[in-house]
């Protein structure tokens, strides 16, 4: 188990900063956040995140004209910022990532199961990545304020790639930051799981409908068990009874 100091490190002290040390950094270090993170879960162990990073001079002023206008000059004095993109051919390599099944079919012709599983696993694993910045020591600033399209047409022309969100890294100025925004407690978040999300948008499966769904990407929307029936998403579960239909 992790120490207190540890604890204070990835979640109690760590900030998302908007202003930056002068000070470089290491690439190595960048390589061995992506190490690290990508040793952390996805289904199938499809890891479709792909990370640009964005340092030069000259690359900064190809990202400019895509930022929110407040996030312009954070983003060109960090020493480095991060396109947090994935890639909508991931399945192209579950045949190595995933030898076991033949997970590839699960994906080909199916733009639905690409797009949700992309977009999930992949913003799962930037959150997994911005945990392995901060576990070596470096501070990052995540952001949505900017031109998706912009930033695909100017740095994945003629690719698969799609952006999700950009990351700046450096070291922060902790002098600069203002005070932490409240947080939902415990109970909050339960209170609304309970309601909303156990009853109010879940449908149940029977076993006998799920098995004909076997070998099918929907199985793993299920999120639970209950008394011999499976429960998942509205939309998950109508998804998977169109596919048997
Ligand atoms: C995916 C994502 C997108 C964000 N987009 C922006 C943004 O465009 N501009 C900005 O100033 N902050 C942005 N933020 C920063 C959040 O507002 C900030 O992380 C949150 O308020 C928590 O702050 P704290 O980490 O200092 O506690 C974003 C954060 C995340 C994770």
């Given at each position: 188990?992790?120490?207190s100091?540890?604890?204070?490190?990835?979640?109690?002290?760590?900030?998302?900063?908007?202003?930056?040390?002068?000070?470089d950094?290491?690439?190595?270090?960048?390589?061995?956040?992506?190490?690290?993170?990508?040793?952390a879960?996805?289904?199938?162990?499809?890891?479709?995140?792909?990370i640009?990073?964005?340092?030069?001079?000259?690359?900064?002023?190809?990202?400019?004209?895509?930022?929110?206008?407040?996030?312009?000059?954070?983003?060109?004095?960090?020493?480095?910022?991060?396109?947090?993109?994935?890639?909508?051919e991931?399945?192209?390599?579950?045949?190595?990532?995933?030898?076991?099944?033949?997970?590839?079919s699960?994906?080909?012709?199916?733009?639905?199961?690409?797009?949700?599983?992309?977009?999930?696993?992949?913003s799962?694993?930037?959150?997994?990545?911005?945990?392995?910045?901060?576990?070596?020591?470096?501070?990052?600033?995540?952001?949505?304020?900017?031109?998706?399209?912009?930033?695909?047409?100017?740095?994945?022309?003629?690719?698969?790639?799609?952006?999700?969100?950009?990351?700046?890294?450096?070291?922060?100025?902790?002098?600069?930051?203002?005070?932490?925004?409240?947080?939902?407690?415990?109970?909050?978040?339960?209170?609304?799981?309970?309601v909303?999300?156990?009853?109010?948008?879940?449908?149940?499966?029977?076993?006998?409908?799920?098995?004909?769904?076997?070998?099918?990407?929907?199985?793993?929307?299920?999120?639970?068990?209950?008394g011999?029936?499976?429960?998942?998403?509205?939309?998950?579960?109508?998804?998977?009874l169109?596919?048997?239909?």
């Amino acid at each position: 188990m992790l120490n207190s100091d540890s604890l204070d490190l990835l979640f109690r002290n760590a900030r998302t900063h908007n202003v930056w040390l002068e000070r470089d950094v290491d690439v190595d270090l960048l390589k061995q956040a992506w190490e690290l993170a990508v040793l952390a879960p996805t289904s199938a162990n499809c890891e479709p995140m792909r990370i640009t990073f964005v340092k030069s001079a000259e690359a900064k002023e190809r990202l400019k004209p895509c930022l929110a206008p407040g996030n312009v000059e954070k983003t060109m004095t960090a020493p480095v910022t991060a396109i947090i993109a994935h890639d909508m051919e991931f399945y192209e390599k579950l045949p190595d990532l995933f030898p076991h099944a033949d997970a590839r079919s699960w994906f080909v012709g199916n733009d639905a199961a690409i797009q949700a599983t992309a977009f999930r696993n992949g913003s799962l694993q930037a959150g997994y990545f911005t945990m392995a910045v901060r576990a070596l020591g470096l501070d990052c600033g995540s952001m949505s304020g900017f031109d998706n399209a912009k930033v695909d047409a100017e740095f994945f022309a003629g690719t698969p790639l799609k952006s999700n969100f950009l990351m700046n890294i450096g070291y922060g100025d902790g002098s600069k930051l203002f005070d932490r925004s409240p947080r939902l407690s415990f109970d909050q978040a339960r209170r609304s799981f309970d309601v909303s999300a156990c009853f109010g948008r879940m449908t149940i499966i029977d076993k006998d409908t799920l098995s004909k769904a076997a070998d099918r990407p929907f199985r793993r929307t299920v999120l639970g068990f209950i008394g011999g029936f499976y429960r998942c998403a509205d939309a998950d579960a109508q998804n998977l009874l169109n596919s048997i239909s």
